[in-house]
C-alpha cells in the first residue's frame, strides 16, 4: 500500500468498510502487476496483529 492508501485505511471505522478497501488494493495490485509478494506480507502483518483476514478466490476479502 502507498502511504494515501494506509491513511485512508485507518480512517476507515467499520469492518466491511476495511475489507471492501482491502478487496480494492488487492485488485488494483493485481492490474498493475509486480506486486503478488503484497498479499503474503499483508497477511503476516496481519497475523502479527492478531487479524484474521481471509482471502477467497478471486481476490475478495470476506
Not at 476495511?18 to 503484497?38: D, N, P, S
Not at 497477511?43 to 470476506?62: D, N, T
Request: aromatic content about 8%.
Amino acid at each position: 500500500m502507498t502511504k494515501p492508501q494506509k491513511s485512508s485505511f485507518k480512517a476507515l471505522k467499520k469492518n466491511s468498510h476495511r475489507e471492501a478497501f482491502v478487496e480494492l488494493v488487492i485488485a488494483q495490485q493485481t492490474c498493475m502487476g509486480r506486486y503478488k509478494h503484497w498479499e503474503d506480507a499483508y497477511a503476516k502483518r496481519c497475523g502479527k496483529k492478531k487479524v484474521k483476514l481471509e482471502l477467497l478466490k478471486g481476490g475478495k476479502a470476506a
